[in-house]
């Protein structure tokens, strides 16, 4: 924990401390440091700084704020004894992050979280960051909170499976899943603790303990096909912050020429480089988990793909071969 | 010499505290000798001063002196109602769960937000999560669809301007969905690919439009995401036959009442909707040799065409 060192983020972090302080009226110094962030000569210099502030007839008396053996205390309090409104970008984080935990297993909508993001809405309309109070339209009356929820939606399509799995983490519970594996295009029956559930660049993953390879594996939750307890239970461990799915330097790469229509490939996959080319044509190299991957993005980009390297055979030729065998017509 | 933050805390509390608007001159007599004497680097050393407190959401307002022996002057001054945290009276239970909220999204604003709301992250660390993308450009565009405000901003070099109905965030991007003006129609943007950040989006007048009352960013949202900055076509039916390898994968994307059929062998036939093509090829090719389109005939017909296509370009010699 390294606190914030510039003027700006020390004042600013002073200014949410204080409040929290004064209602409080002493708290170790220990904790005030855990709480913020900071260490705690980080916590001591800046209240002994701030306690130095002073206007006249005021001087030194502003902030009445002490560092005694370890505790701090707050004297009569006279200014900062509320905190700065939300700023634009935190008030969509919380928002965001409501949202999103509405979208999660376990959320209960009728629950805490949905009143706390109702009067969070309702506050943020009331001090103008929301719904700005603006003119009187037929709107108003139907409640800023409803209006507002059209306005910022998560949609995290949560796969039918997530909700169990993240019992199964909360719990400890072992399972036994069938697993879809593309790159082999084959299903493979595993024992997995899952330790994590997470939602990432729309996918949803679970990180788990896998028996077959021994290790902590992160597997796609949508390429599960069936779970059922075996019946053991583990220790539940302190999560882990779960890694991304395609973060692997060792796999192969590719060279791949896209048309402008298919530039979205950009966007959508981890590249290591773009080189433009004429007519909004573009030249990537992208990591390809297996031959049937790339196969599977030059099949579904036709025309608008020119594979450059791997050199030889394409992989989606035999592949689009093998597809065009099932579209004819079984003789007999 | 005092310490920035000395001087800082000095200046919000005055501010806070006068009961009218300071002039620079004041301000500077107040803060006895903790700005510099000469005109020139006073007003620079105030200015950087001003912002920096902007910059951490102080709100300062500015008023110009209309008459008098000061007319002209500009002066200034904090609405302590303007600058304090509404309360949001939130029992114990609600702070906790947007507390935990917030670290399933592990956003730092987030956090700073908690801390303004009298709570803190501590240890939560719950099992499950989800990463957010953080754009500069979500607050003011969420602001201005709050505060029915056109938006302008540059998107892939074409300045646009936008009466922003709602934020989706659908398949790992945010996108924006409203009335395009030039175009005079719906449109839908993806965030990530506006020019400039932050400071590209321009925001207009408050309530200068209203939104439809049946808009849902979900149901507006266009079928194939090529079609980002166009809109969506009416949809038809395909008949698609699945094999038992990806059944049951497939009937929990589409749901059972998709199921046409059911085969001894284990596949089956579902009925998608397939009026946007290239959403629909999509789809369907990337199940790879695990689907067949069955009907109707012509777009069984492209399926081969299209399928024949790749093979030649992808088989060598016919190879570049």
């Not at chain 1, 913020?36 to 206007?55: H, K, N, P, R, W």
């Not at chain 2, 969420?142 to 646009?160: D, K, L, T």
Request: charged letters at 25%; hydrophobic letters at 40%.
């Amino acid at each position: 924990m390294s606190g914030p060192r510039n003027a700006e983020d020390r004042l600013r972090r002073l200014l949410v401390m204080l409040p929290w302080l004064m209602e409080v009226g002493e708290a170790p110094l220990a904790d005030v440091a855990r709480r913020f962030e900071m260490t705690e000569s980080q916590v001591q210099s800046d209240l002994e700084l701030i306690a130095m502030c002073g206007l006249p007839p005021f001087v030194d008396e502003m902030i009445d704020v002490f560092v005694d053996d370890g505790i701090v205390f707050v004297g009569i309090p006279r200014l900062f004894t509320r905190p700065l409104r939300l700023t634009a970008p935190e008030a969509f984080s919380l928002l965001t992050s409501a949202r999103t935990a509405m979208e999660l297993p376990g959320a209960d909508a009728a629950g805490a979280l949905g009143r706390g993001l109702a009067k969070l809405a309702a506050a943020l309309a009331d001090a103008g960051l929301a719904t700005t109070t603006t003119t009187t339209t037929t709107t108003t009356t139907t409640g800023g909170d409803i209006d507002d929820a059209a306005g910022v939606v998560v949609d995290l399509a949560r796969p039918e499976f997530a909700d169990h799995l993240a019992e199964a983490a909360a719990s400890g519970t072992e399972l036994e899943i069938t697993y879809y594996s593309p790159a082999r295009a084959e299903i493979t029956r595993r024992s997995i603790v899952p330790r994590h559930v997470f939602a990432d660049a729309g996918n949803w993953y679970v990180s788990a303990d896998d028996d077959r390879s021994q290790s902590r594996r992160t597997f796609r939750v949508d390429r599960i096909e069936s779970i059922t307890a075996t019946g053991r239970t583990m220790d539940v461990e302190a999560t882990t912050s779960p890694g991304r799915f395609f973060e692997d330097a060792d796999v192969d790469r590719a060279t791949i020429r896209v048309s402008p229509d298919a530039r979205w490939v950009l966007d959508q996959y981890p590249i290591d480089g773009v080189v433009e080319l004429a007519d909004g044509w573009a030249e990537a190299r992208l990591p390809v988990s297996s031959d049937r991957w790339l196969a599977k993005l030059l099949i579904r980009l036709g025309p608008d793909a020119v594979l450059i390297e791997p050199a030889g055979e394409s992989p989606a030729a035999a592949i689009a071969r093998c597809m065009l065998d099932r579209y004819r017509p079984v003789a007999g | 010499m005092v310490d920035r933050i000395e001087r800082l805390t000095n200046l919000l509390a005055l501010l806070l505290e006068t009961t009218r608007p300071l002039s620079l001159i004041e301000i500077a007599g107040d803060l006895d000798g903790q700005y510099p004497d000469a005109d020139k680097a006073r007003r620079a050393s105030f200015e950087r001063d001003k912002s920096a407190l902007r910059d951490i959401g102080v709100p300062i307002e500015t008023e110009i002196v209309g008459g008098g022996p000061f007319a002209g002057q500009t002066t200034y001054r904090i609405d302590r109602r303007a600058y304090e945290l509404a309360d949001l009276d939130l029992t114990s239970d609600e702070m906790r769960a947007l507390q935990v909220a917030v670290a399933a999204v592990r956003s730092d604003s987030g956090k700073e937000a908690i801390w303004k709301l009298g709570g803190a992250l501590g240890d939560e660390r719950p099992p499950v999560s989800a990463m957010i993308p953080e754009r500069p450009e979500l607050p003011a565009i969420r602001a201005a669809v709050a505060a029915r405000a056109s938006i302008e901003f540059g998107y892939r070099g074409e300045p646009r301007t936008l009466d922003p109905w709602g934020l989706l965030l659908r398949g790992g991007f945010w996108y924006v969905t409203g009335h395009d003006h030039a175009r005079g129609e719906r449109r839908t943007f993806r965030v990530d690919r506006f020019d400039g950040g932050a400071d590209g989006v321009l925001a207009g007048e408050p309530g200068s439009f209203e939104r439809p009352s049946s808009f849902d960013p979900r149901t507006a949202f266009p079928a194939d995401p090529k079609q980002i900055g166009y809109v969506a076509d009416e949809s038809t039916d395909a008949l698609v036959l699945i094999d038992g390898l990806r059944a049951d994968a497939i009937e929990r994307e589409l749901g059972a009442d998709r199921i046409v059929e059911r085969n001894d062998n284990g596949s089956i036939l579902v009925s998608v909707p397939a009026g946007n093509l290239a959403a629909f090829r999509s789809w369907a090719l990337g199940l790879l040799d695990h689907a067949v389109v069955e009907s109707p005939p012509e777009l069984r017909a492209h399926m081969i065409e299209w399928l024949t296509a790749v093979v030649d370009s992808n088989s060598e010699p016919g190879r570049r």
